[in-house]
Nanobody, 117 residues
Framework: VQLVESGGGLVQPGGSLRLSCAAS????????MTWYRQAPGKERERELV??????????NYGDSVKGRFTISRNNGKKTVYLQMNSLKPEDTAVYYC?????????WGKGTLVTVSS
């Protein structure tokens, strides 16, 4: 089982980034996919950013990103995306991809997003 995040980097405030999470080794189309983030210095706090149901029919967002971030998925490509617009310095964090289906729960290693001028 693998979840590999990509697309992180350094961006100026107000800019955009698109994260991707490529899955392998499990039936991706059965899993709820979620993006979490962990800010520097907050190792015990992993914040839910966005989640999407297995068929992509429903999404949910954390209050801090509503209206700015969009989660989507392509089950044929076994990939989930996070489009991040109007980025703020407080969005700086390591972003993790999570796959969940009943008792099965998988994590990626994360990708760092830094929002700074």
């Amino acid at each position: 089982v693998q979840l590999v995040e990509s697309g992180g980097g350094l961006v100026q405030p107000g800019g955009s980034l698109r994260l991707s999470c490529a899955a392998s080794g499990f039936t991706f189309s059965s899993y709820v996919m979620t993006w979490y983030r962990q800010a520097p210095g907050k190792e015990r706090e992993r914040e839910l950013v966005a989640t999407i149901t297995s068929d992509g029919g429903s999404t949910n967002y954390g209050d801090s990103v509503k209206g700015r971030f969009t989660i989507s998925r392509n089950n044929g490509k076994k990939t989930v995306y996070l489009q991040m617009n109007s980025l703020k310095p407080e969005d700086t964090a390591v972003y993790y991809c999570n796959a969940r289906y009943f008792a099965s729960n998988y994590w990626g290693k994360g990708t760092l997003v830094t929002v700074s001028s």
